[in-house]
């Protein structure tokens, strides 16, 4: 099975903080997502990377940075968090097979609050 | 990717099979259908998919009509633990990336 590890279920921080979360997958996937997700909003995506070093901006990426050095790990960044930032975030990940499109797996999340 | 449209509740009795139903008229040929679901306070998590034949796999069966304008995905035997919210996603096969965007779902309730 898939398993997709995200660092912490829970977090606080304090506005203005640099926040680091953490992805580790293990199943060797090209791809990675950061997603977050708020009630009435849906699941809206942060950035992806398709390949180590690799990122793209996905529909909401300002705020955040992402750090992909190693194939497994996939990290968000949180340059200076503001309250709006309060969120669950997702990720997820998933394999490049031809041009067929394969599922996202994804970890059990993290509940960020910013105070 | 095509809009989908799913009923906002259903109930189902424990042991009884689940038939959760999905309209996606615009799809288009290279477009597939998935299945997540999301039970409270967790990560979504996948389900299954198809592009035009029915699957079935160890969790669920999806059917999808000849002219894959409808799907409905099957819980064979529910459980209490299948309660949660259901997602039905189209996704191109040919995009660049596959950016997943949940609709409201459809809140499964499996009744003892």
């Known amino acids: 099975d898939v398993k997709v590890t995200q660092s912490s279920r829970y977090l606080v921080k304090r506005t203005g903080e640099k926040v680091f979360l953490e992805c580790v997958q293990d199943?060797?996937?090209?791809?990675m997502f950061w997603y977050r997700q708020d009630p009435g909003l849906g699941l809206r995506l942060i950035y992806f990377s398709y390949d180590v070093k690799m990122k793209e901006k996905g529909d909401i990426p300002e705020g955040y940075s992402v750090s992909r050095e190693k194939k497994e790990r996939f990290s968000l960044i949180l340059e200076s968090a503001s309250t709006n930032q309060t969120s669950m975030y997702l990720c997820a990940s998933s394999v490049t097979v031809g041009t067929g499109r394969q599922p996202q797996h994804f970890g059990d999340g993290t509940r960020l609050s910013i105070l | 990717d095509a809009k989908t449209t799913q009923p906002p509740s259903m109930d189902c009795a424990e042991g009884r099979a689940a038939n959760l139903p999905c309209n996606h008229s615009t799809i288009s040929g290279n477009e597939y259908v998935y299945w997540y679901r999301q039970i409270h306070s967790q990560g979504p998590q996948y389900i299954i998919h198809g592009l035009k034949n029915n699957e079935t796999n160890e969790m669920a069966s999806l059917i999808i009509t000849e002219d894959r304008k409808s799907s409905t995905l099957i819980l064979p035997h529910a459980t209490l633990r299948d309660t949660a919210v259901y997602y039905c996603i189209v996704i191109g096969g040919g995009t660049s990336y596959g950016k997943l965007t949940f609709g409201q779902g459809t809140i499964l309730t499996v009744h003892p």
């Open positions: 199943m060797d996937h090209e791809n």
